[in-house]
C-alpha cells in the first residue's frame, strides 16, 4: 500500500513565522505535489516537483518554496506565515507511468 | 483556465439507491481522470483512475465512465450505503502532472 505521511495534522503559528510543513512518500514515486484546499475554491496546485532538486510552479506559488533533497521528501516553506495562508494542504504523489496520484492526511494551518 | 465541474454540489440519497455523480471538463484534450472521496477533515482518497484512451473503469460497486468528446465523466455507485457518505472530487490531468480538481460532490446516504 503506498503511504504517504504529512509532519502534523494541526499547525497554528503566528503571523511572520517561518513554517516547513513535510511530506513523505515509501513508494520511490517521483513525482510529488503541494495543493491547498480552501471552502468554495477546491484544491489549488502550489508546486510540484517531479525530481529530486526538481520542482516546477503551480497555479498559486506566491508566499511559498519548496524543497526536495531527498526522493522521498517534499518539504513546503511558507517564508513569512500571512493569516491568508490559513488553509488545509495536502500533499500527493504520484505514480511515474499512469500518474495515479495518492495522498497524505493534510495538515490544517492557522495563521494568527 | 481549466474548468471541472461537478453537479449536484449535494446529494441525499436512501441507502441502496443506485447513484451517478457527474464531473465536466472544459477542454478533450486530457491525459487522465481521477475520482477521489474525502472523508471530513482528512485527505482524499483515490477511487478510480481512467485513462484518456480508455472508456471505463470499474471497482466492487463503483464505476466511472469517460467520454472525453463531450467533456463529460460519470461516476456510478451502485447499492449505496451509509458508509459512502463523503464528498466526491474529480481531478483532470490536462499538462504533465497539471491537475484541476472540482468542488465535489456531497454524497449523504440515509440509513
Known amino acids: 500500500d503506498v503511504k504517504v505521511t504529512q509532519s502534523s495534522r494541526y499547525l497554528v503559528k503566528r503571523t511572520g513565522e517561518k513554517v516547513f510543513l513535510e511530506c513523505v512518500q515509501d513508494m520511490d514515486h517521483e513525482n510529488m505535489f503541494w495543493y491547498r484546499q480552501d471552502p468554495g475554491l477546491g484544491l489549488r496546485l502550489i508546486y510540484f516537483?517531479?525530481?529530486?532538486?526538481?520542482?516546477e510552479k503551480g497555479d498559486i506559488p506566491e508566499g511559498y518554496s519548496v524543497s526536495r533533497e531527498k526522493k522521498e521528501r517534499f518539504s513546503l516553506i511558507l517564508e513569512s506565515a500571512s493569516t491568508n495562508q490559513t488553509s488545509m494542504y495536502l500533499c500527493?504523489?504520484?505514480?511515474?507511468?499512469?500518474?495515479?496520484?495518492?495522498f497524505g492526511p493534510g495538515t490544517r494551518l492557522t495563521v494568527t | 483556465k481549466q474548468e471541472v465541474t461537478q453537479i449536484p454540489a449535494a446529494l441525499s440519497v436512501p441507502e441502496g439507491e443506485n447513484l451517478v455523480l457527474n464531473c465536466s471538463f472544459t477542454?478533450?484534450?486530457?491525459?487522465?481522470l481521477q475520482w477521489f472521496r474525502q472523508d471530513p477533515g482528512k485527505g482524499l482518497t483515490s477511487l478510480l483512475l481512467i485513462q484518456s484512451s480508455q472508456r471505463e473503469q470499474t471497482s466492487g460497486r463503483l464505476n466511472a465512465s469517460l467520454d472525453k468528446s463531450s467533456g463529460r465523466s460519470t461516476l456510478y455507485i451502485a447499492a449505496s450505503q451509509p458508509g459512502d457518505s463523503a464528498t466526491y472530487l474529480c481531478a483532470v490531468e490536462y499538462n504533465f502532472n497539471k491537475f484541476y480538481f472540482g468542488s465535489g460532490t456531497k454524497l449523504n446516504v440515509k440509513p
Open positions: 500527493a504523489s504520484s505514480l511515474p507511468v499512469t500518474y495515479e496520484q495518492y
Open positions: 477542454d478533450s484534450a486530457i491525459y487522465n
Open positions: 516537483s517531479y525530481d529530486v532538486k526538481m520542482k
